[in-house]
């Protein structure tokens, strides 16, 4: 137990070298503690209520595990390999009928595979659209009409640039100078706007001083990002709504603006949002997201960059359970590392 501790605690090369054993072991280890606190992990499934369902890479290439958490306890329930409606599908499988008919709200993303799982394995459960990622949505949104702006104003700059190298020899010092004006201007503007990425993305009230003041530049002179920014806020309004009517207001207006403005990434925007509109009513109605699942994922993130990987993909989920959930490994007279004894 105290080599699984130390391996949960340290670093691969700290925890080898204090308990003086290779690393493989000090791996088994944790193995072994997990499968002595938790003989049958299907335990967790008991009162799941509001559970959660986001992926994390594990290794370079696209490598993902899935992990299905619960809201209520704040614990990582199911860890698999994958993720895709197979790997879904095999934790619903692996619950009894009343389990399944217990579970009242899934949050997660908008993949198709996980909203075709729950209406088959759970139909009376409501599914949650986690307001992250369609804020992401919304920063993705904002940041291609950004680009397409510093493209165009640069596009501009040398255009002029290539018209005053085809200047004849005799042309006025006055239309040189009032070219070389325009195109200083052109790059100046794209340098603004090339730099007020973050600016653009953040939420107002968390902007300091500077980058307000990048983001008053960026917008200045620029209708597309004032409408771009606009929109991007009036998104956040929809999931700031206390009620469904709050909400279909907010999404009206920014329908409006969507449409005054012809920007087709907000078009695109306002379409997914229509798309998804019962799923996000759900999220406003029970205040439902996946902020702790995306907690556990980081906690993940760290538990194998601290290893270097795992090779074998057992220990990664055993080590997975014993951090990312209310087991705590006994140590001898002292009960649970930070809880009563055993």
């Known amino acids: 137990m105290l080599a699984a501790l130390m391996a949960m605690r340290l670093n691969r090369k700290a925890a080898s070298e204090l308990m003086r054993i290779d690393w493989a072991t000090a791996q088994e280890c944790i193995n072994r503690a997990r499968q002595m606190i938790e003989p049958d992990p299907k335990v967790r499934y008991e009162g799941l ?14 490598k993902y595990l899935t992990t299905v958490a619960s809201q209520d306890t704040d614990t990582v329930v199911r860890a698999a390999d994958g993720h895709d409606a197979a790997t879904f599908s095999g934790f619903f499988e692996e619950l009894t009928e009343e ?8 949050t997660a993303d908008a993949a198709k595979w996980i909203k075709s799982c729950v209406g088959k394995y759970c139909p009376n459960a409501k599914l949650c659209l986690d307001a992250f990622h369609v804020i992401e949505w919304a920063l993705n949104a904002v940041d291609e009409v950004r680009r397409n702006e510093w493209n165009a104003l640069r596009e501009a700059a040398e255009a002029i640039e290539r018209k005053m190298a085809a200047l004849p020899p005799g042309t006025p010092e006055e239309e040189r100078g009032k070219l070389a004006s325009e195109m200083a201007q052109k790059k100046e503007a794209a340098l603004k706007i090339k730099g007020a990425r973050f600016a653009l993305g953040m939420n107002l009230e968390n902007l300091t001083p500077y980058q307000r003041e990048k983001l008053e530049c960026a917008i200045e002179g620029s209708t ?10 009036l998104a956040r309004l929809v999931f700031h709504a206390g009620s469904r009517a709050e909400a279909e207001d907010a999404f009206e207006e920014y329908s409006l603006v969507a449409r005054i403005s012809k920007l087709k990434p907000f078009e695109k925007l306002g379409e997914s949002l229509r798309n998804h509109w019962d799923s996000i009513m759900n999220t406003i109605e029970h205040g439902l997201s996946n902020a702790r699942i995306e907690a556990n994922n980081n906690k993940i993130k760290l538990m194998i960059r601290k290893a270097f990987g795992f090779r074998v993909m057992e220990h990664l989920f055993s080590i997975i359970m014993l951090g990312c ?3 705590r490994i006994p140590l001898p007279n002292r009960g649970g590392y930070g809880m009563k004894a055993f």
Do not use: F, M, P, W
């Open 325 to 327: 959930s209310n087991l």
């Open 49 to 62: 209520v509001h559970i959660g369902i986001d992926e994390t890479s594990y290794a370079k290439g696209h």
């Open 99 to 106: 389990q399944r008919a217990g579970i009242k709200c899934v």
């Open 224 to 233: 597309a990002l004032t409408c771009a920014h606009r929109l991007k806020e």
